[in-house]
């Protein structure tokens, strides 16, 4: 069994806000509102500064909770909003990643943090049969190759799409010969 496939322990104490063991890769979103509310944990009465997002999911199928916003957080928002209002944070864009060195009183411990989204996009563009003239050149340099090595270089595509452009390629050789 996988990493991927464990369940791990943080998981099973259900919390309503975004923590650590919920980010497994950097995660762009983009803020919808921040509001300053009662813990909705009910584990303490203190008035938290809470953002929501605009993106409904964190992953397909796994809703993308709430993110509590320290002081840290908070100045990283202040600075990519370019205001220390909270009402003018709303549609600002960050990046949330988990950062392994937070200090939480006398504790090093894993925290969230934000910082500005990089312009350019993160990895290789999905290969997808909707963009017919890059499905057609992986479809050719697999019957010219027998693989997709070289067209993995510059797109990502998934196994579902690798099984298609196979198809595809095979299909493409039996009406040749016919």
Not at 88 to 106: A, H, K, P, Q
Request: aromatic share 6%; with cysteine.
């Amino acid at each position: 069994m996988t990493d991927e496939n464990k369940t791990h322990f943080r998981k099973a104490f259900k919390s309503c806000y975004l923590a650590a063991v919920d980010i497994t890769e950097e995660l762009e979103v983009t803020i919808h509102r921040v509001v300053q509310e009662r813990d909705a944990s009910k584990k303490t009465s203190d008035q938290l500064l809470v953002a929501y997002f605009k993106e409904p999911e964190i992953r397909k199928g796994e809703k993308l909770k709430p993110m509590v916003i320290n002081a840290t957080n908070a100045k990283m928002i202040n600075s990519l909003a370019g205001s220390p209002f909270i009402e003018d944070w709303v549609g600002v864009s960050v990046l949330i990643y988990v950062d392994e060195n937070v200090r939480f009183g006398c504790e090093t411990v894993e925290g969230l943090r934000l910082r500005k989204p990089s312009a350019k996009p993160k990895g290789k563009p999905f290969l997808t049969p909707e963009n017919e003239k890059m499905w057609a050149n992986a479809i050719a340099a697999y019957k010219r190759d027998g693989n997709l090595d070289k067209v993995l270089e510059r797109v990502q595509i998934s196994d579902e799409h690798v099984a298609l452009i196979q198809s595809q390629a095979a299909q493409g050789d039996e009406n040749a010969v016919a």
